[in-house]
């Protein structure tokens, strides 16, 4: 069982940088690809970007590709997002995931799901 908490959310202004983080609970963390997924209001849950714990190689939706970074660090057993230049259109339920089984991410079945962390962005 891997427990994934996300942290980093709040109430930022359009056009500064934010730094979302993942932490999971478990050493098997390593073993997983984990993803970043968002949900607006009375939207879709969307994939962002994913990112294999030992390769380190990162996927990006085409509509993060600019403004999104993932990057992991063993050591902490954490998966940061930031985002850049952040719009009043960010604002959303940040989620992050862990992909046991290679399944495709714009699917969104993943395995582990953390709670979210809420980013509300002012104009």
């Known amino acids: 069982q891997v427990q994934l908490v996300e942290s980093g959310g709040g109430l930022v202004q359009a056009g500064v940088s934010l730094r979302l983080s993942c932490a999971a609970s478990?050493?098997?963390?390593?073993?997983?690809?984990v993803g970043w997924f968002r949900q607006a209001p009375g939207k879709g849950r969307e994939f962002i970007a994913a990112?294999?714990?030992?390769?380190?190689?990162?996927t990006y939706a085409d509509s993060a590709k600019g403004r999104f970074t993932i990057s992991r660090d063993h050591a902490k057993n954490t998966v940061d997002l930031q985002v850049d230049s952040l719009k009043p259109d960010d604002a959303a339920v940040y989620y992050c995931?862990?992909?046991?089984?290679?399944?495709?991410?714009?699917?969104?079945?993943?395995?582990?799901w953390g709670k979210g962390t809420l980013v509300t962005v002012s104009s």
């Open positions: 995931a862990a992909n046991v089984h290679g399944n495709d991410w714009y699917t969104g079945d993943m395995d582990y």
């Open positions: 990112v294999g714990m030992r390769s380190g190689i990162p």
């Open positions: 478990s050493q098997t963390f390593i073993n997983y690809s």
